[in-house]
């Protein structure tokens, strides 16, 4: 008897999964990554974590660590991180908020935090940027923080 294989192309059509090797199948599913972006972005003065982020997308914490990383091409703080300052530049461009508020509104722990990751993102400090941009008068000075 003669010993038949299914090449991954005919199995494709018949089971419907890729023809190819797992490659295809790295990182999130389009439906879990914006679970996850959309748990992040809806409360950007919490801590989200990458427990819950992985409950969302219904994978282990590990597991969704590694395939988030091969979405995104950062890890999950980094991610956070990136959204966070996305947010504060957008809040900076329609607000005259301080910078203490806007750094507490989007999740940093004081305006020395929020003024590190941010130089470290954009290579440029939240008033360096903000005066650049001429979008709003300086109001650092009122601060909270």
Do not use: K, N
């Not at 679970?35 to 809806?42: E, L, Q």
Request: hydrophobic fraction near 35%; include cysteine; charged fraction near 20%.
């Amino acid at each position: 008897m003669t010993r038949i294989e299914i090449t991954p192309s005919l199995g494709a059509g018949v089971t419907g999964l890729p023809s190819t090797a797992p490659s295809e199948w790295a990182g999130l599913l389009p439906w879990q990554a914006r679970r996850v972006r959309d748990y992040v972005d809806g409360d950007f003065a919490g801590r989200p974590s990458v427990r819950a982020a992985a409950e969302r997308a219904r994978l282990s914490p590990s597991y969704f660590s590694r395939r988030f990383r091969q979405t995104f091409g950062l890890t999950f703080s980094r991610f956070v991180a990136h959204r966070r300052i996305e947010h504060a530049q957008a809040m900076m461009m329609r607000t005259s908020s301080s910078l203490c508020q806007i750094a507490l509104s989007c999740g940093f722990t004081d305006q020395a935090h929020f003024t590190r990751t941010f130089a470290d993102l954009t290579g440029s400090t939240p008033s360096r940027w903000r005066r650049t941009a001429g979008l709003h008068p300086r109001t650092e000075a009122m601060g909270c923080c």
